[in-house]
């Protein structure tokens, strides 16, 4: 899979904005329903002997009172990502195996992702910030 041509692709074929930094880092800019925009970040790593591609996007910043538990909860119904925290943010991540994974499921992982994460930023912050 090529991380950058399936990124632009997809980009160029919903209206985003792609972005390339290296040949193992993208950004794409996400449109969303309602006007609302999501970043996506793909990056190639990696991970347990093989290549993966890693799809995060920013939710909010970690504060106190956030509810974890609950939060952990209501990603179990997730199909691909997860809730991580890096860099003192709660973030929504999804990876895979570079070599495996189709365009369809790379697709479906990366609007699980932005929808996810423009669902949580909105309901924990009621903003539009990533």
Known sequence: MDLTAFMKKYADQTGGQFTQYDPSHSIIIVSLPEGRFQTVIGTIRQGNNQKQINLNSKVCEVKPGLDFKGLLEQ?????????I?????????????????SEASLTAMLQ??????????HKLTDSDIH
């Open 75 to 83: 990603a179990a119904a997730f199909t691909y990502s997860r809730f």
């Open 85 to 101: 925290i890096s860099d003192n943010h709660l973030q929504l991540e999804t990876t895979a195996q570079l070599d495996t994974v």
């Open 112 to 121: 699980e992702v932005a929808s996810l994460a423009d669902q949580y930023e």
